[in-house]
């Protein structure tokens, strides 16, 4: 199992996470999404009267085994996804009885295999084999599995919004005014405080960006100046900007950041958190440079991977400093950076449910189209193999994460389960995608299914791919961790 792992995770990834922490989280994040990705299979196959002899969690020799009415339910050794087993499904019944300790004494294609298959299903009824379903409910009982992934994306994604809330900047006092930019084309200068825009009073920045900045994909040209309401050494006063284009990000910008140097999340065991500082402390300066924005001082702290800083604060009127030496992270081959590991100051909003299952639906397709694009940039050699990270790598992530919050593992989850839809979807023999292209070939066929020796020797082919990428990422994984 795998998973692309964005430039963002790459960089917020420590490799010293406590071990409990990274148990607990790899433990959480992948059961929960092999369970809800078999759940689905199993309760389509429920659905359509399939007859299902094993409902297992993990692969390989059944640690623990109970039988409800006619189902078995295990937990295997290898906790690297699990499987569904339908009476009738023929090859893949062969294949998932593989490792378990009940291999079949001749493999199915032969005479003796085909007979000693049909004397294990000779007490279910025929109408309850999979393959005797109509081609569109087993269609939908391969992609119920990716679909529950989905699903389980969309739901955290709610919890999320409903439960913690919606991030919010609650400053809008302007900590840097790129040159060149709109904002200083309009004259505003660091340290005015934003009140409104167009008349509209406000108390955040991610509402003045968004107030000032034009839907995306408005073209360059059509976007209309608004009017900047500000406070200057106690003066109120208007301006009118016109945002732009930033030609680096392709994207609207105003050129302008808050001023937001306050603590946020701090990650425990992290060098900020050994340092003592904590949330709602102010921080100054940085290696004795003053600083008005939190990319202010990521910039200082990014230049400085493991040498000793200078970090200067404010916590209750006390001013504070000490020495701390950001960790060395290297962020592409040869590039290091450091890295303290704390958050900028955030305030959350809750969202009614109402609301927070539109916006939860844009953020589990803009999770989508990011991991899309992932694989895309992989498949044309723009992202490196150290994008990739396999189940060491996903367990130290998922580590990093519960170290930040529970909120933010609830998040990995999510992207997480997302990463899973796509990759079952691909159509390679063994993930579902490969089910659903020998069934579309089946219909193209007119009825007829692909010979199941091409079916073996595909689904073999397949199993064998994914087994050398599997070892080729754990490898990866251990040279990447201890250090190289």
Not at 189 to 204: C, E, T
Request: with cysteine.
């Amino acid at each position: 199992m795998w998973t692309p792992v964005t430039p963002a995770a790459i960089e917020d990834v420590r490799l010293d996470s406590n071990l409990p922490n990274i148990v607990i989280a790899f433990l959480l994040t992948l059961g929960s999404v092999v369970i809800i990705h078999e759940m689905g299979h199993f309760l389509t196959c429920k659905l359509f009267g399939v007859y299902v002899k094993t409902f297992s969690i993990g692969i390989g020799p059944k640690l623990l085994r109970k039988r409800w009415g006619e189902t078995e339910y295990a937990i295997s050794a290898i906790p690297f996804g699990g499987y569904v087993k339908m009476a009738g499904e023929g090859l893949m019944e062969e294949i998932q009885d593989t490792g378990t300790w009940q291999e079949r004494k001749y493999p199915l294609g032969t005479l003796e295999g085909n007979a000693e298959a049909a004397g294990q299903d000779d007490h279910i009824p025929p109408d309850r084999h999979f393959h005797g379903k109509p081609a569109w409910q087993r269609l939908l009982v391969f992609i119920a599995g990716p679909l529950a992934n989905l699903l389980l994306a969309y739901v955290l994604y709610i919890v999320l919004l409903v439960g913690v809330g919606r991030p919010q900047i609650p400053f809008t006092q302007v900590g840097s005014v790129q040159a060149g930019s709109a904002a200083a084309a309009a004259g505003l200068s660091v340290g005015d405080r934003i009140l409104a825009v167009d008349g509209r009073a406000l108390s955040d920045w991610i509402a003045v960006e968004d107030a000032i900045l034009p839907e995306p994909g408005t073209p360059a040209d059509g976007a209309p100046a608004v009017t900047v309401t500000f406070e200057r050494d106690g003066v109120r006063q208007d301006v009118q900007l016109r945002p732009e284009v930033d030609p680096a990000r392709g994207a609207w910008a105003s050129g302008l950041q808050p001023w937001n140097t306050t603590v946020g999340l701090v990650q425990k065991g992290g060098p900020a958190h050994r340092l003592g500082l904590r949330k709602g402390d102010v921080i100054l300066s940085v290696d004795g440079r003053p600083v008005t924005t939190f990319e202010g001082i990521a910039t200082v702290i990014n230049d400085r991977p493991a040498e000793p800083t200078e970090v200067v604060w404010e916590r209750g009127g006390r001013r504070l400093s000490g020495l701390v030496t950001p960790e060395r992270d290297e962020v592409a081959p040869g590039q290091f950076k450091g890295r303290i590991f704390l958050e900028q100051f955030l305030s959350y909003e809750k969202v009614p449910l109402g609301d927070g299952l539109g916006l939860a639906w844009v953020r589990t397709v803009d999770t989508v189209r990011t991991t899309v694009s992932v694989f895309d940039d992989l498949w044309r050699g723009k992202l490196g193999l150290d994008a990739v990270g396999g189940p060491l790598r996903i367990a130290n992530v998922a580590g990093e994460m519960l170290n930040w919050s529970f909120a933010y593992l609830i998040g990995f989850v999510a992207f997480f389960s997302v990463n899973l839809f796509l990759l079952n979807l691909l159509p390679i023999p063994v993930l579902d995608g490969g089910h659903v292209l020998f069934l579309l070939l089946e219909v193209a066929r007119g009825g007829r299914p692909v010979p199941e020796r091409l079916q073996a020797i595909a689904t073999q082919v397949g199993l064998i791919v994914l087994l050398l990428f599997m070892v080729f990422v754990v490898v990866l994984d251990v040279w990447k961790m201890s250090g190289h």
